[in-house]
């Protein structure tokens, strides 16, 4: 067995295996909850919470060493940078709400001064006597090598109280999401709750601070709800399956650090992330890219084939080839463009329903039904058969609405 797939099976070690669970429960936690900014249109507050972090972690690390600590221990780090962020977070909704700011704006603005900050006390702290040994650099980018027994512990322990809540938040928090206005006319309180999606971003951001880093946690929040949703129409649906990729993104992704130790554990997973986004682009069933084409060809072969039969039943020769291939296949027409019995029952049919639908539109002033006509839909899928036996009445012959 390699190294890639013990590690995949837990084979590699204690602490692989502890970092490797601690990863798929983040992602997991970081796709469910980043699902409900992704379907509110809110993805960019990920961002400026996580690089609201940065100040907190210097801070914390400053006040530690000032205790007589030597500032690395990774709870205190964590609630500075917890304590920053929502600071952050506050000040972005105090500017939405308080001035004429476009939500955008005010992200820019608190994600810019944040991180410059968050710099500039990190370049402090690498000046200080136990700065230059602190791995603070860690939580730009994550890293896994100085990972204690503790902070795998911490980090996978977190994600699952996540996971929960967001289990025990799903249903005000789906609501807000797609219509915020009838949440509130329910009586749901739509400032508490977008201050609950926030909360679960503030809190996968910063347990994921260690293993991923501030600035590629933002992708483990947005690309696994992106991909899920080329594969669901359902809000709950993508916000579960987000969690399956986030979850087998961080497993897959730790798993391939442990295997190849140069390798860093952050950025593999989200390539990891990435490359399962690229799959689900190409090739998801409903709205993938191939998809799309083989939907796309099967539309031009309708309309291709629509306007052979209509050719047939004017008597009108077929010059395009497309055309032509079409129509023979479907033993519409013999090998030198005459039409079979099947090809001229079927150009019947097409005419008349032609004419059907110019009854539809003189009878029917209603356009939810005579609008759908795109010379493609079938008239019985829009009319009943009842219907369809008054226009063949105004039309006069015999009624089709049976068969061809």
């Known amino acids: 067995m390699g190294p890639f797939l013990e590690a995949l099976s837990f084979q590699a070690g ?32 990920s961002d400026a919470v996580a690089h609201a972090t940065l100040p907190g972690v210097g801070i914390a690390f400053i006040i530690m060493v000032a205790l007589g600590g030597d500032g690395r ?39 810019s001064v ?77 400032r508490r709750v977008d201050l609950a999606m926030m909360g679960l971003v503030l809190a996968v951001t910063v347990i994921g601070l260690k293993l991923v880093g501030l600035i590629l946690i933002v992708a483990l929040l947005i690309i696994p709800p992106v991909t899920a949703r080329f594969w669901s129409e359902r809000a709950e649906t993508v916000v579960w399956t987000a969690g399956c990729i986030g979850a087998v993104s961080g497993w897959v992704g730790a798993a391939l650090s442990a295997s190849a130790p140069a390798l860093p554990t952050g950025p593999i997973i989200v390539l990891v992330a990435a490359g399962l986004f690229a799959l689900s682009l190409l090739f998801a069933p409903a709205r993938g890219v191939a998809a799309s084409l083989m939907a796309r060809r099967a539309f031009q072969r309708r309309v291709h084939r ?17 055309t032509l291939r079409i129509l023979r296949r479907e033993d519409l027409i013999r090998p030198d463009g005459v039409a079979t019995d099947t090809g ?13 639908w110019s009854i539809a539109r003189q009878l ?8 759908r006509y795109d010379g ?8 009943t058969p009842d219907e ?8 006069g012959g015999p009624n089709l609405a049976g068969g061809t």
């Not at 962020?85 to 820019?108: K, N, P, Y």
Request: aromatic residues 8%; proline residues 2%.
């Open 376 to 383: 493609l839909t079938p008239i019985e899928q829009v009319f």
């Open 344 to 356: 001229r029952a079927a150009a019947a049919k097409v005419a008349r329903d032609e004419r059907r």
């Open 388 to 395: 369809i036996t008054h226009f063949d009445a105004a039309i």
């Open 114 to 190: 944040f991180f410059g900050l968050g710099i500039v006390l990190l370049t402090i702290i690498q000046g200080m006597s136990r700065g230059r040994q602190a791995g603070l650099e860690d939580f730009l980018l994550g890293s896994t090598a100085g990972m204690l027994f503790q902070d795998a512990v911490l980090i996978a322990g977190g994600g699952a109280l996540v996971v929960v809540a967001i289990w025990l938040l799903r249903r005000p928090m789906t609501l807000v999401a797609f219509d915020p206005a009838f949440a509130a006319a329910r009586g749901v309180n739509v």
């Open 306 to 322: 629509r306007q052979g039969l209509l050719a047939l039943s004017r008597a009108e020769p077929i010059h395009d080839p497309l």
């Open 73 to 111: 221990s990774l709870w205190g780090l964590l609630i500075g940078s917890a304590v920053s962020a929502w600071i952050g977070l506050l000040a972005v909704e105090w500017m939405v709400r308080r001035t004429r700011l476009s939500e955008d704006a005010a992200i820019g603005a608190i994600l």
């Open 364 to 371: 029917h002033h209603d356009t939810a039904l005579t609008g």
């Open 14 to 45: 204690y602490n692989a295996a502890l970092v490797a669970i601690g990863a798929a429960l983040l992602g997991f936690a970081a796709g469910a909850g980043g699902s409900f900014l992704f379907l509110r249109k809110r993805a960019l507050v």
